[in-house]
């Protein structure tokens, strides 16, 4: 052989004398970037990782043999008409800005749906016995374990929205000659509304240690924070005063998938957006189910 | 504080509650241990004896409901005790994505060392675990008896003052067995506590100094390897024994062999060993050798878990 083990060459007072000072110092970091990294690793090493790329490459693929037929054919048709006679019949400008908002709300749904699917499994995964225990046999927080893996999830939809929204901007950009930046909302809104989903895949993940579990319950969570968006028409069709309380409280309480997209539309469209109450409001409830997930672990046996 | 204890719990237990409040699980029941800094410490017991639970209880992957549990003086729940413990689970899963080399990246950034240090070590590692040729493929191409080598490796990544070892020969023909023993045998040399928690009493025989006996979440029997394998009696060989001397002394002894030239007597004690030999001298037979005889670690198991009655036992009913 031809080397030894030493015991440990750095004096173990050496080491932790960097740590409790507040603050994370370059170990605590170099412990979140490992576990980020990992994450991206496993979400690569999983077909749905490459699903979800593949899926981004065929839409992109779509969108720009659409585009090539009807869209820009069609459009720069029209342009190329006396411009008088072109205003009568077609605003350009705002044909492309439309286009644009319908994109990103159909980018919006797709990114946010595939996200959900692709990420439900990652979660559970590290609980498996035999992984969480020598996870947590080292030098690292429970949170900081719970962190790391969130923002590594996150960071892979991140990177894949981005990808995909960005593709398609520069494709409509080109073929149109109408850059409207507003277009790039989509990124930041979706990877938001995705955040505050993944809290919810974690917490599951946490309580359950079930993929399908953390699915559904996600699922299930947007199609009713959909719902609840309609409150003004149903508010009305409520018999009942605590109904139309309680139809009210959840609506404030839980995350607002509907709504964001709407202030995401607004946005885009160059219209004024009442973005901050569903941004404040899916934020705190993140947060919440976050501390819950964080609690969770902390108090569980592995 | 160190206190040149590796491992020092006091009263340390857990109790399991079934779902919804109803039964309880005692796993691990008040249990007080000393480990020195150094020593080749062998857990043992049976099969839901609480060995796991009370190593997982020291890693804080399983929170106590009583006593505490300290490591180098450290209170076991804090992550910062875990820095200088390597650790090698039971029924591990790395992850399949990862390849030799990476895993060892891995778990050597989780226990803070620098990129250069995991560099460096790597190497070195996979060298002395013999995956020199490995370190590059994906480990789900391993066998078991490489992963768990590598399995080792990792606990080593960050030279570790203390390894703990859940059954770290499980599934390793015997030449694999052989090589992590010579492994264990060069850390100890240079002063890491080695605590092993093994079912092959063998193997814990062949590589403990010090040994602990767990039977339902309780310590049975704890102490020196030296000290529990000694003092079961000796072997009494005597010539030209009379019939009448040899049924005196039989009272003596608890067993009795006939050889082709002699009688061999087992007797308990030493003071039954020389009251034989005067009876023995007395009745003209030759003594022709005392020899000390020691037990077996299977021995002293099967004898402090009862575990050889309970068979006896299930026999009998059967």
Known sequence: MSTQPTTQEAPLAAQTAAIGNGGLDSSQWRVFLALVLDTVQEARARWLFWGLFGLSTLLILFFLFVLKIDLVAGAVAIAGMPVEASRKIFNMEKFVRNSYMFIAVFLYVWGTFLAIFASAGLMPAVLEPGRIGLLLSKPVTRPMLLVGRYAGNLLVVTLNHAYLVTAIYIIIGLKTDIWHATFLYAIPVTVFLFAVLLTVVVFIGVVSESAALSLMVTVALVFISMLLASRKIVVNLLSSEWSRDLWQALYWMLPKAWDLGGAMRSLILGEPANWLDPVWTSALFGVFVFGAALYMFQKKDY | ?318
Request: hydrophobic content about 40%; aromatic content about 6%; proline content about 4%.
């Open chain 2, 1 to 318: 504080m160190n206190t040149g204890l590796a491992i020092e719990t006091e009263g340390l237990g857990k109790t399991y509650r079934t779902r919804w409040g109803g039964r309880e699980i005692t796993a691990v029941a008040g249990l007080s241990l000393q480990v020195p800094a150094g020593v080749k410490y062998g857990l043992l017991g049976a099969n839901g004896a609480g060995k796991t639970t009370f190593v997982k209880m020291l890693l804080a992957a399983v929170r106590p409901t009583s006593g505490r549990a300290l490591l180098f003086g450290r209170e076991a729940n804090e992550p910062e005790s875990r820095r200088p413990v390597g650790y090698l689970p039971e029924n591990h899963r790395f992850p399949t994505y990862f390849t030799g080399a990476g895993m060892l990246d891995f778990y050597g950034a989780l226990s803070g060392m620098t990129a250069a240090d995991r560099a460096r070590r790597i190497p070195e590692l996979l060298e002395l675990l013999g995956l020199a040729n490995w370190g590059d493929v994906r480990i789900k191409k391993y066998s078991k008896g490489m992963l768990q080598r590598l399995g080792l490796a990792q606990a080593l990544m960050h030279r570790p003052q203390m390894l703990i070892l859940d059954e770290p020969t499980d599934g390793v023909d015997p030449a694999g067995r052989r090589h992590i023993r010579d492994v264990l045998n060069l850390l100890t040399g240079t002063g890491v506590t080695v605590f092993l928690n093994s079912h092959l009493l063998s193997e814990v025989e062949l590589f403990c100094d010090h040994v602990a006996i767990l039977t339902q979440g309780r310590l049975a029997l704890e102490g020196k390897m030296a000290n529990l394998l000694a003092g079961r009696g000796y072997l009494l060989v005597a010539r030209q024994v009379s019939d009448a001397v040899r049924k005196e002394v039989m009272a003596l002894a608890s067993g009795v062999r006939p050889l082709e030239d002699g009688v061999e007597f087992q007797i308990g004690s030493s003071e039954e060993v020389n009251r034989a030999i005067d009876r023995l001298r007395a009745g003209g037979a030759l003594i022709q050798s005392v020899i000390p005889t020691t037990s077996s670690l299977e021995d002293v198991f099967i004898a402090t878990t009862g575990l050889g009655r309970k068979a006896a036992e299930g026999e009998a009913h059967a």
